[in-house]
């Protein structure tokens, strides 16, 4: 465990298992000089970090025995301050919306939403003794069309959500609130529990279009998972300005960051929602799936047609 220094900044990151965010985020963290609490469902893996002199501790979000006793082990840690909390955790979710198992989606939602929102509930004493900041990762998928990704989409939405009213709530407190509007980064949560269409899906006529969608994030303009975490250290560490001014100095409220974010925040400003849903439906080649569609009913048609004059 690191040594505590005074006036040492404490960060807790979510989520830190080797090849993610959360491992790059608690290297760059601790290359800043703060004092790193890096967890994961499996401390065991998290060996490395603990070889650097940072502190582990095992953490599953969807837990709330587990959220309490890793609140307990903090406070000892830091003597009851939290600077920084990473809601950085995250389970990703491709599959149709008309072919998704609703236990699979809450599932999802426990870990996206529930366990964010467990997180901060729990850690909010320690987050307001120091007047901290809470960074809550979401994804570019909130705002955008992310075809075969509705349920994942609709996470990240309530994230979006939940954060902005976050914000205003504990703003009293002198405690901040950063969403991290992540694009394409290079991850290992993308390589995890693919799903498969079912045999008799509607989408199965562009099966090779699904498929390409299960691994779109770690092949479209990605980003290293160092060069997002320093980017995002950059902005959490920033100073703090009037809130009107945040989009352009200072600690961001808002941190669009990674492979297609630039490209989807200026056309959200410049086009609005038109454009990113002509892009999603050309990428994702919908046109495709359009005329297959339709090039079955006429056929269907046709076939009916024939047997109706065969009847008569």
């Given at each position: 465990m690191q040594?505590?220094?005074p006036?040492q900044?404490t960060?807790?990151?979510t989520g830190?298992t080797p090849?993610g965010?959360?491992?790059?985020l608690?290297?760059e ?9 890096a967890?994961a469902r499996?401390v065991?893996?998290?060996g490395?970090?603990s070889a ?9 979000v969807t837990?709330s025995k ?6 307990e082990a ?7 301050r939290?600077?920084?909390?990473v ?5 990703t979710h491709?599959?149709?919306?008309l072919d998704?198992d609703?236990d699979?989606?809450?599932q999802t ?5 529930f366990g ?5 509930a729990a850690f909010g004493d320690q987050?307001i003794a120091?007047?901290?900041?809470v960074i809550?990762?979401a994804?570019l998928?909130?705002v955008?069309p992310?075809v075969?990704g ?8 309530a ?9 205003q709530e504990?703003?009293?407190f002198?405690?901040?609130v950063?969403?991290?509007?992540a ?6 949560i993308?390589?995890?529990g693919?799903?498969?269409l079912?045999a ?5 006529p ?13 092949n ?8 997002f975490?320093a ?19 200072g600690?961001?409220?808002?941190f669009?960051y990674g492979?297609m974010?630039?490209l989807l925040?200026w ?6 929602e038109w454009i ?9 080649e919908?046109?495709r ?8 009913a006429?056929v269907?048609?046709?076939n009916?047609?024939a ?5 008569q």
């Amino acid at each position: 465990m690191q040594d505590l220094q005074p006036r040492q900044k404490t960060v807790l990151i979510t989520g830190c298992t080797p090849g993610g965010i959360g491992h790059a985020l608690c290297i760059e963290f601790q290359r800043r000089g703060l004092r790193v609490v890096a967890t994961a469902r499996n401390v065991a893996v998290l060996g490395d970090l603990s070889a650097q002199g940072m502190h582990t501790l095992p953490l599953d979000v969807t837990s709330s025995k587990s959220i309490a006793s890793c609140h307990e082990a903090v406070g000892k840690v830091t003597g009851g301050r939290l600077d920084i909390l990473v809601n950085n955790a995250g389970r990703t979710h491709t599959h149709p919306a008309l072919d998704l198992d609703m236990d699979d989606v809450r599932q999802t939602f426990e870990t996206n939403v529930f366990g964010v929102m467990a997180m901060v509930a729990a850690f909010g004493d320690q987050l307001i003794a120091a007047r901290g900041l809470v960074i809550n990762v979401a994804s570019l998928a909130a705002v955008a069309p992310y075809v075969f990704g509705s349920a994942y989409c609709a996470s990240k939405g309530a994230v979006v959500s939940y954060s902005r009213t976050l914000r205003q709530e504990l703003a009293p407190f002198g405690v901040g609130v950063m969403v991290c509007m992540a694009g394409t980064v290079k991850s290992n949560i993308a390589g995890r529990g693919h799903r498969s269409l079912p045999a008799g899906s509607v989408y199965q006529p562009v099966r090779d279009v699904f498929e390409k969608r299960l691994v779109f994030s770690q092949n479209q303009a990605t980003v290293s998972t160092e060069a997002f975490a320093a980017a995002l250290v950059d902005g959490a560490l920033a100073p703090e300005v009037w809130w009107f001014l945040r989009a352009w100095l200072g600690r961001p409220d808002w941190f669009w960051y990674g492979g297609m974010a630039s490209l989807l925040w200026w056309g959200l400003l410049l086009c609005g929602e038109w454009i990113v849903d002509y892009v999603c439906w050309v990428m994702f080649e919908l046109e495709r799936l359009r005329k297959i569609v339709e090039q079955a009913a006429a056929v269907q048609g046709t076939n009916a047609g024939a047997r109706k004059v065969k009847a008569q």
